[in-house]
């Protein structure tokens, strides 16, 4: 893929606005939905639903985020692997950098202010304001949101929190791209196991006609 040249701040956010996140999509709704489709009724809170603002539905809110994430992400690694801008517009995006992060922190303020479950969630830097307000665009729980913030760059948590997701995707037959907390991760799998009477690895190997080897 060659990357689009960039001759204005215009531009760049009509470029960046068809090529993140084209079309909305919440990964802890399509979780929701892959258990209804399984029979399955969790035994934890995935989908969580926010009061956003401006009283915003979802998808309007993320308009909001899609030119914010843009404008605060210009210099960094995922914007120059689609862009090359010119170094005018570099500078016209720097000048309005900061004006883009006060709008950030003051949907924050909201956010926190009038949703108390995330008023106890630590947001230290950028990239936690935009892992809090992206959370709770796409309605992700708020233990979730927490610890995906909390957890950043902890490898040995993600990596037990991967270990717990294929266990929910062995028991539920699915693909699961919402990643929450291991804790919640481990309730939700081994509820659901007891739904589908999957007792262990080796029976829903069996159910999957895989047998012993």
């Known amino acids: ?8 701040v215009e531009q760049f956010e009509k470029e960046w606005d068809k090529i993140f ?15 209804f489709e399984k029979n399955i009724t969790p035994n934890v809170k995935i ?10 539905v979802p998808e ?37 950098y900061f004006l883009h992060l006060k709008n950030l922190k003051t949907l924050v303020e ?3 202010k009038n949703n108390p479950e995330l008023s106890n969630i630590l947001t230290k830097n950028k990239k936690d304001l ?3 307000v992206d959370g709770a665009c796409y309605g992700f729980s708020p233990e979730d949101i927490k610890y995906f ?6 490898s040995e948590k993600n990596f037990k929190n991967n270990i717990n997701n294929e266990k929910l995707e062995q028991v539920i037959e699915g693909s699961v791209s919402y990643k929450m907390s291991p804790e919640r991760t481990k309730d939700l799998a081994e509820y659901a ?11 829903w190997r069996e159910s999957r006609g895989m047998g012993d080897d």
Request: charged residues 30%.
């Open 149 to 154: 913030i909390d957890s950043r760059g902890d």
């Open 130 to 132: 935009l892992a809090l």
């Open 21 to 35: 996140r084209p079309q909305f999509n919440s990964s802890a709704a399509e979780l929701e939905v892959l258990l």
């Open 110 to 112: 909201y956010i926190k």
């Open 60 to 96: 309007e809110f993320e308009k909001k985020l899609k030119k914010l994430w843009g404008h605060l992400t210009f210099n960094e690694d995922m914007v120059s692997n689609f862009f090359i801008i010119n170094q005018n517009v570099l500078k016209d995006l720097k000048k309005e």
């Open 193 to 203: 196991k007891t739904q589908k009477n999957f007792n262990t690895y080796m029976d």
């Open 47 to 56: 989908f969580h639903k926010y009061k956003l603002p401006e009283n915003l």
């Open 1 to 8: 893929m060659s990357k689009i040249q960039i001759f204005s």
